[in-house]
């Protein structure tokens, strides 16, 4: 049992006893587990109320970052939930690859393929994600594509929002609480541009630099030939003053880019759907 340690409010410990009982109620339960904030949470509460009858599942294509993967497995094993791991294939569709406008429909179409057939071959009924009552009011096609598949979403059901998601797990203590949101390296380029599994490693490699430097929180943003990074504004100039700019530029074209440049707006989630 995962006990308050820190405050919260009653409206979010309600919320929360109800996240237990609509979980305990489900007898068993497989979630779709990214490794996000959303996701970990479910995972967390499943495995808190229904134990060994709960298992974390995740998909794993080039298109998420091997840290992301490393922190869901070490996330997983945190909880003691069983965590799965299972291979998907969305870049080898067209719907995916041509990164239509409806991209997420096809990857979460090829991830809920796999998210049932484990459970029907478990004999776990109930799948869950971790969508949450915010997103339903952004451009979200993968949730259209889970309703079609017949997962379920606890946490939209109860009306957590992402900041009711943060501060219950805070509040419970979950290390991972402020994590920052970090959607799939496909969301780095914009609609109509192909992805391949050759872009997805030159984005990722491009993020992994720049963490060394010590900015968590990026974007490698892909259009053409050419890298458009994004930090959050208030690094900006952090940024200018450290970063060598010919060992920089160096790196950036040594994957294959032919121009990079920074972002002066800042890292804005969700920004190519502009």
Not at 7 to 20: D, H, M, N, V, Y
Not at 72 to 97: C, M, P
Not at 118 to 137: A, F, H, K, R
């Amino acid at each position: 049992m995962f006990n308050t340690i820190e405050s919260i409010t009653k409206e979010q410990i309600a919320k929360l006893e109800q996240l237990r009982n609509y979980l305990k109620d489900l007898s068993h339960a497989c979630i779709a587990y990214s490794g996000g904030v959303d996701s970990a949470l479910v995972a967390a509460i499943a495995y808190e109320q229904l134990g060994n009858n709960s298992i974390a599942i995740t998909g794993v294509s080039p298109a998420l970052a091997n840290q992301l993967l490393q922190e869901a497995r070490f996330q997983a094993k945190w909880i003691g939930i069983k965590h799965i791991e299972v291979d998907t294939h969305e870049l080898n569709t067209q719907e995916y690859s041509k990164n239509p406008s409806n991209r997420c429909f096809a990857c979460k179409k090829e991830l809920h393929k796999h998210t049932k057939n484990i459970s029907e071959t478990l004999n776990y009924p109930n799948v869950l994600d971790g969508v949450n009552i915010d997103d339903l009011s952004d451009y979200r096609p993968g949730i259209k594509a889970a309703k079609e598949a017949g997962i379920a979403s606890p946490l939209a059901i109860l009306r957590f929002s992402k900041q009711d998601i943060r501060a219950i797990s805070k509040g419970i203590g979950l290390p991972w609480w402020d994590k920052p949101a970090q959607p799939c390296l496909s969301s780095r380029f914009p609609y109509g541009y192909e992805i391949t599994s050759k872009r997805l490693k030159m984005v990722e490699a491009a993020e992994d630099y720049i963490k060394t430097m010590g900015f968590q929180e990026v974007r490698v943003r892909c259009q053409g030939d050419s890298a458009r990074v994004e930090i959050p504004s208030n690094r900006i100039p952090q940024f200018i003053n450290d970063y060598n700019k010919d060992q920089f530029t160096k790196f950036f074209f040594s994957l294959g880019f032919k121009s990079v440049s920074l972002d002066l707006e800042g890292l804005i989630s969700g920004k190519l759907n502009r």
